[in-house]
T-cell receptor, first 115, second 115 residues
């Protein structure tokens, strides 16, 4: 079975500082990994994905994520946080080697960026 | 504009009264799915559909039905809603993808309360 852990319910960071939102995963085969963001009263929006290749993936709104196979992690990062980045962030995984197409989501991390 | 549209956005109903939440996408996507979002649990897949007339259970299908008579529509049916189905529901769609796994597009969500 595949699973995702987001160990922090909330991350607080000052505007202009770098931010990291942590994600670790477990799959039996090779993973597809995703980050989604949810703003209040909105659906989830795709940020970035890792399929294969370069371990550093760049996505929307200046976000990037680093895939680390040995640590089974896929942490979301941004060099300089904005107040408008405040939202709920979800990490998700899909096992490439099974027929299931379902994404398994983490429980979410609320990012709060203070002015 | 490419979008996934859910209706209604908010619904309060009583136990046992059948209801349908509609979902429509305008991107000609083959794959559609329903998720429920509960605090601390992230999103969990209820049902999915690989294409017209092809549906299958996700992780939490009990108490739900779906149909896929047309490519663009994927309604979620609660034949006899119960209070434990009070949740935030999301419809999602994506291309089936032959290489890699395309990102999913999400609707804005339906907040359902069963009293």
């Amino acid at each position: 079975a595949q699973s995702v852990a987001q160990p922090e319910d909330q991350v607080n960071v000052a505007e202009g500082n770098p931010l990291t939102v942590k994600c670790t995963y477990s799959v039996s085969g090779n993973p597809y990994l995703f980050w989604y963001v949810q703003y209040p009263n909105r659906g989830l929006q795709f940020l970035l994905k890792y399929i294969t290749g370069d371990n550093l993936v760049k996505g929307s709104y200046g976000f990037e994520a680093e895939f680390n196979k040995s640590q089974t992690s896929f942490h979301l990062k941004k060099p300089s946080a904005l107040v408008s980045d405040s939202a709920l962030y979800f990490c998700a995984v899909r096992d490439m080697d099974t027929g299931r197409r379902a994404l398994t989501f983490g429980s979410g991390t609320r990012l709060q960026v203070q002015p | 504009e490419a979008q996934v549209t859910q209706n209604p956005r908010y619904l309060i109903t009583v136990t046992g009264k059948k209801l349908t939440v509609t979902c429509s996408q305008n991107m000609n996507h083959e794959y559609m799915s329903w998720y429920r979002q509960d605090p601390g649990l992230g999103l969990r897949q209820i049902y999915y559909s690989m294409n017209v007339e092809v549906t299958d259970k996700g992780d939490v299908p009990e108490g739900y039905k779906v149909s896929r008579k047309e490519k663009r529509n994927f309604p979620l049916i609660l034949e006899s809603p119960s209070p434990n189905q009070t949740s935030l529901y999301f419809c999602a769609s994506s291309l089936s993808g032959t290489g890699g796994f395309p990102e999913a597009f999400f609707g804005q969500g339906t907040r359902l309360t069963v009293v």
